[in-house]
């Protein structure tokens, strides 16, 4: 299992940005990919974007698409979420999670290896 740790949650009005980080330890590269998640309250945990690891492809869902960029530090072992002109709809916890593999129109799949506790982005209207 790899550890992840999130941060840079926060509250912000709606435009805003944000950045989260996703720092690593363990063996991170038994995965192929990092992805950002988002779960609402009440709602499932969706994708958001994803990047494989040591790699330069990504994935973005229809809704980041423009407004946030995915990149990474390999050598920190950190992904970095990049979030501008935020929404009310943004709202929700945001998860990273490692996963054992990647593809071009899903971003991370497979395997499951570990997910981090979370950090809450708040957009206000």
């Known amino acids: 299992q790899v550890q992840l740790v999130e941060s840079g949650g926060g509250s912000v009005q709606a435009g805003g940005s944000m950045t989260l980080s996703c720092v690593s330890s363990?063996?991170?590269?038994?995965?192929?990919?990092v992805g950002w998640y988002r779960q609402a309250p009440g709602k499932e945990r969706e994708k958001v974007a994803a990047i494989v690891i040591r790699g330069v492809s990504t994935y973005y869902v229809d809704s980041a698409k423009g407004r946030f960029t995915i990149s990474q530090d390999s050598a920190k072992g950190t992904v970095t979420l990049q979030m501008n002109s935020l929404k009310p709809e943004d709202t929700g916890m945001y998860f990273c999670g490692a996963f054992a593999d990647y593809s071009a129109n899903a971003g991370c799949g497979g395997k499951n290896n570990g997910w981090g506790q979370g950090t809450q982005v708040t957009v206000s209207s």
């Open positions: 363990g063996f991170i590269y038994s995965s192929a990919c």
